[in-house]
T-cell receptor, first 115, second 116 residues
Framework: AQSVTQPDIHITVSEGASLELRCNYSYGATPYLFWYVQSPGQGLQLLLKYFSGDTLVQGIKGFEAEFKRSQSSFNLRKPSVHWSDAAEYFCAVGLILEYGNKLVFGAGTILRVKS | DSGVTQTPKHLITATGQRVTLRCSPRSGDLSVYWYQQSLDQGLQFLIQYYNGEERAKGNILERFSAQQFPDLHSELNLSSLELGDSALYFC???????????????FGPGTRLTVL
C-alpha cells in the first residue's frame, strides 16, 4: 500500500542552524510529492511540490527539497532556520484515483527552534 | 490566506448529536476535499467532490456524509457523534483540471470538533 514515512516525530535545532526533515514514500510510479507546514492553530500551507523535472525544488520561506528516486526520499532542507519556522511539517504524496485524487500524508515532524 | 474558508472554527457538542461543517473553496476551484486530523490517525483523506459529484472516497465512516452544492460550497455532515470523532476537520480545494493531471490542494484553517 502507498505510504509516507517521516521517521522523526520531533526535531530541535538552534536558530541559524541548518535543517533537514526526512521523508520516505512507498509508491510504484513517479509520485507527486509535497511538503506542507502547519503552524499552531493554522491550516496547512504548501511549502513546495515536485511533479517532474529538476529533482531539487525551491519553495517558499527559503525551503528546498530534493527528490531521490533511488532512495524513495523527498527530504526538506533549509540552510538557516528562523524562530518563526517552529511548526509541524508534513510530507505528502498525491495519488491519482479512478475518478479523482487524494493526498496521503506522513505522520508529521514537529520542529522546535531554540534561541 | 489560502482563499478557502471554513465555518465554524470551533464546535463543541455531545455524543449522539449531529453537526454540519461548511467549506467554501477558492474562487474558481471545482474540487473540494475533506480531511480529518486526529492524534491517533494523523491526517486522513475522507472524500472528494468535483463540480457537485463525488469523485473519491477514503476512510469516511458511514455516519459521515458530504455534498457539494451548485455554488460549489461543500458541507460535511457528522451524525451519531462519538468521543473518537473529536478532531480537526480540514477542507481543501483545487483548480479545475488543466495542464498536468494533478493539481495542488489549498487548505482552509479547519474546524475543530470536540465531542463531550
Amino acid at each position: 500500500a502507498q505510504s509516507v514515512t517521516q521517521p522523526d516525530i520531533h526535531i530541535t535545532v538552534s536558530e541559524g542552524a541548518s535543517l533537514e526533515l526526512r521523508c520516505n514514500y512507498s509508491y510504484g510510479a513517479t509520485p507527486y510529492l509535497f511538503w506542507y507546514v502547519q503552524s499552531p492553530g493554522q491550516g496547512l500551507q504548501l511549502l513546495l511540490k515536485y511533479f517532474s523535472g529538476d529533482t531539487l525544488v525551491q519553495g517558499i520561506k527559503g525551503f528546498e527539497a530534493e527528490f531521490k528516486r533511488s532512495q524513495s526520499s523527498f527530504n526538506l532542507r533549509k540552510p538557516s532556520v528562523h524562530w518563526s519556522d517552529a511548526a509541524e511539517y508534513f510530507c505528502a504524496v498525491g495519488l491519482i484515483l479512478e475518478y479523482g485524487n487524494k493526498l496521503v500524508f506522513g505522520a508529521g515532524t514537529i520542529l522546535r527552534v531554540k534561541s | 490566506d489560502s482563499g478557502v474558508t471554513q465555518t465554524p472554527k470551533h464546535l463543541i457538542t455531545a455524543t449522539g448529536q449531529r453537526v454540519t461543517l461548511r467549506c467554501s473553496p477558492r474562487s474558481g476551484d471545482l474540487s473540494v476535499y475533506w480531511y480529518q486530523q486526529s492524534l491517533d490517525q494523523g491526517l486522513q483523506f475522507l472524500i472528494q467532490y468535483y463540480n457537485g459529484e463525488e469523485r473519491a472516497k477514503g476512510n469516511i465512516l458511514e455516519r459521515f456524509s458530504a455534498q457539494q452544492f451548485p455554488d460549489l460550497h461543500s458541507e460535511l455532515n457528522l451524525s451519531s457523534l462519538e468521543l473518537g470523532d473529536s478532531a480537526l476537520y480540514f477542507c481543501a480545494s483545487s483548480a479545475r483540471l488543466a495542464g498536468g493531471p494533478y493539481n495542488e490542494q489549498f487548505f482552509g484553517p479547519g474546524t475543530r470538533l470536540t465531542v463531550l
